[in-house]
Nanobody
Framework: QVQLVESGGGLVQPGGSLRLSCVVP????????ASWFRQAPGKAREGVAC????????VYADSVKGRFTISKGNANNTIILRLNSLKPEDTGLYFC??????????????????????WGQGTQVTVSS
């Protein structure tokens, strides 16, 4: 069972920044989409950002566009999410997820949660003064 491992969450004041990291174990496929989701208490899981392993194309939820950046880390098996200009409504448990593909592709939308093959346990982000 492939398990993703997230880290980097914490408590930050509004306007602050965080850097989340997701370690993706070696996969037997060449192509995958890696995404970050978040879930606040009593709310549905929301996709916030997605990146393609094929060409590095990215897509963001409107609520985080211009503030969050998803990228591959220096190590090939890490996915980074940089969170800037944080707001209280960004509070939630942040999950990393991977969806595998058989062919190269570019991301044009964040896939629904049911499409992902692997998930992490989540890292808590709390934005509060």
């Amino acid at each position: 069972q492939v398990q993703l491992v997230e880290s980097g969450g914490g408590l930050v004041q509004p306007g602050g920044s965080l850097r989340l990291s997701c370690v993706v174990p070696a996969l037997t496929v060449d192509y995958y989409a890696a995404s970050w989701f978040r879930q606040a208490p009593g709310k549905a899981r929301e996709g916030v950002a997605c990146i393609s392993s094929t060409d590095g194309s990215t897509v963001y939820a409107d609520s985080v566009k211009g503030r969050f950046t998803i990228s591959k880390g220096n190590a090939n098996n890490t996915i980074i999410l940089r969170l800037n200009s944080l707001k209280p409504e960004d509070t939630g448990l942040y999950f990393c997820a991977v969806a595998t593909f058989r062919n190269p592709f570019s991301v044009v939308a964040i896939l629904p949660p049911t499409r992902y093959n692997y998930w992490g346990q989540g890292t808590q982000v709390t934005v509060s003064s």
